[in-house]
């Protein structure tokens, strides 16, 4: 007479395997991104971009001190949830707004992106993040006119300082554009 494992027994082992292949230690790391983000959670790479919320404004850049002080320029951030912020950046000279932007960063399935929509573009544009660490954040869109790449850095100090950069080809030649905010 054969024996035969009770069922019970049996149901536990396939339970248990089940239970251990689902855990995610066990996951790949393209599941577990996947889970993070049905799960509303954002992505390390995410998390290092949350220095830049609240309001920045600018100021001269160095040796530029006594540049035109009826002009001034402010860029914010706020959290809209764990995968996006959202911004706005706008300069006011002698009372009148000559400058608006609607910027956000936003994760998904593809990457992070900087989407800026500014008034002479007919649709948003978006660049990649290509590199991060913990004070400074590279994107770019190498197909766009200018700029092709924008640059935020962190600068830390006695002040905490925002050096925001965008380079590109302009006219044939390549060319950068520094802006320096402290945060307010």
Not at 136 to 154: G, K, L, M, S, T
Request: net charge negative; charged share 30%; with cysteine.
């Amino acid at each position: 007479m054969r024996k035969r494992f009770p069922v019970s027994l049996l149901k536990f082992i396939v339970v248990g395997l089940l239970c251990i292949a689902a855990a995610p230690e066990c996951q790949t790391g393209e599941s577990r991104l996947r889970a993070e983000e049905q799960s509303g959670k954002s992505a390390p790479d995410f998390e290092k971009l949350s220095w830049l919320e609240g309001a920045w404004v600018a100021r001269p850049a160095p040796g530029e001190e006594n540049r035109d002080s009826n002009m001034v320029s402010v860029e914010s951030w706020k959290r809209i949830d764990a995968r996006t912020l959202e911004g706005n950046s706008y300069t006011i000279k002698q009372g009148d707004t000559v400058f608006t932007e609607k910027l956000k960063l936003e994760q998904n399935e593809e990457g992070i992106f900087y989407i800026a929509a500014v008034p002479h573009n007919p649709a948003p544009v978006y660049f990649k993040l290509i590199r991060i660490d913990e004070d400074e954040a590279v994107f770019e869109n190498p197909a766009h006119d200018f700029p092709n790449r924008i640059i935020y850095r962190r600068e830390r100090g006695e002040v905490d300082t925002l050096h925001a950069r965008i380079e590109g080809v302009r006219k044939g030649r390549e060319s950068a554009v520094d802006f320096w905010f402290t945060r307010r």
